[in-house]
C-alpha cells in the first residue's frame, strides 16, 4: 500500500511538472516576434529610404550643410508611434571636373586641393535609443550628378 | 499509473501544439496576403503595364516602386469589390485599402474597414503621392 501511494505521489508531481514545461514554453515562443512582424520591420525600414529618396528629403540634403533637422522631421512624421529609429547620412563629393564652390568645397580643402572623392559631411539623428537586438536595418545609395555629389544613407528601426 | 503518465505526457505535447502552432498558422496567412497584395500594389505597374478593368492581371498602382500614380489609383478604386479581392489574393476576407497623410487624415478609401469582425491584420506603408510621403494602409479582417 505504501509502494502505490508512493507511486502516485510520483505520477501526479510529474503530471504537474510536465503541465507546467508545456505552459511555460507555449508563453516562451508565442510572445516572440513571428516572421511577419520580422518582415514588417525591415519593410518599414526600406519603406523610409525609399519614399526620401523618391520624394526629394536624401536629395535635398546633399548641396547644402545640416539635413539634421530635415531628417529628424521626416521621420517624427512617418514613423509609427511604436517604433523608433536612428539614420546615419554621409555626403560625398567628388572634385574632378568641376568643383562647385560650397560647403563641400570649404570642408574639403578648396579646389585647388588633390581631386577624388571626399566626405564633407556625415551626420546621425535618432528618435529613441537602438536596442540591443531586435533592430531591422536598410542602406540607400543617392546622388545628383549635377553638382559632383552623392550620399549613403543607413537605418535603423525597431519596435518601442 | 502507466495511464496516467501516459496521458499527462500526451496532454503536455498537446498544449505546447495548441498554444505555439495552431494560433500561429491562422494568424500568418492573412500577414502574407497583405505583403503579396502591397508588393502587388506598390513594387511596379501592374500586368499588363497598361492595365484596365478587363485585361488587368496585377493591379499595380505605381510607374516606378512606392511612387503613386494618380491615373493608376483611380482605376484601381474603380475595380469593384470583389475583382479588388480576387486579384489581390484576398478572397473570403473583408478587404481595405487607404491612403493617409502622416497626421491621420484618410485621403482616400476603399473596401470593408472591418469594424464588426473579430480578426483584423494590417499592413502599413510608406508611399509617395504627389510628391509628398503619405502612408497606405492594407488591411484584412474576418
Given at each position: ?11 501526479i508531481a510529474l503530471f504537474f511538472a510536465l ?27 526600406q519603406d523610409v529610404l525609399t519614399v526620401m ?108 | ?142
Open positions: 500500500m505504501k509502494g502505490f501511494i508512493f507511486t502516485l505521489d510520483a505520477a503541465a507546467l514545461t508545456a505552459a511555460v514554453s507555449g508563453f516562451l515562443l508565442t510572445s516572440a516576434a513571428g516572421p511577419a512582424a520580422d518582415v514588417s520591420l525591415q519593410q518599414l525600414a529618396d523618391k520624394n526629394g528629403t536624401l536629395k535635398g540634403m546633399l548641396p547644402a550643410a545640416g539635413g539634421n533637422t530635415t531628417a529628424y522631421a521626416f521621420l517624427t512624421s512617418v514613423l509609427p508611434a511604436d517604433a523608433g529609429a536612428r539614420i546615419n547620412v554621409t555626403v560625398y563629393a567628388y572634385k574632378g571636373d568641376s568643383c562647385p564652390s560650397d560647403y563641400c568645397n570649404a570642408v574639403c580643402g578648396g579646389c585647388s586641393s588633390a581631386t577624388g572623392f571626399c566626405a564633407c559631411k556625415n551626420f546621425t539623428v535618432s528618435i529613441g535609443s537602438v536596442p540591443s537586438s531586435g533592430v531591422a536595418a536598410a542602406q540607400r545609395f543617392f546622388t545628383d550628378s549635377s553638382i559632383n555629389k552623392f550620399g549613403l544613407a543607413t537605418i535603423e528601426v525597431w519596435w518601442k | 499509473m502507466f495511464a496516467l503518465v501516459a496521458f499527462s505526457i500526451i496532454f503536455s505535447m498537446y498544449s505546447a501544439w495548441a498554444v505555439q502552432v495552431a494560433p500561429r498558422e491562422g494568424s500568418e496567412e492573412p500577414a502574407f496576403i497583405l505583403a503579396s497584395a502591397r508588393q502587388m500594389l506598390f513594387e511596379g505597374p501592374g500586368i499588363p503595364a497598361e492595365w484596365n478593368s478587363t485585361n488587368v492581371k496585377v493591379p499595380g498602382i505605381v510607374r516606378q516602386r512606392m511612387v503613386i500614380d494618380n491615373a493608376k489609383l483611380a482605376k484601381f478604386l474603380a475595380l469593384n469589390y470583389s475583382q479588388k479581392t480576387s486579384l489581390l489574393g484576398a478572397a473570403g476576407y473583408d478587404f481595405y485599402f487607404d491612403l493617409e497623410w502622416t497626421n491621420g487624415t484618410v485621403i482616400t478609401s476603399t473596401g470593408l474597414n472591418g469594424t464588426n469582425r473579430s480578426t483584423s491584420t494590417q499592413s502599413r506603408s510608406l508611399v509617395v503621392y504627389n510628391g509628398t510621403a503619405i502612408v497606405s494602409n492594407l488591411r484584412l479582417s474576418r
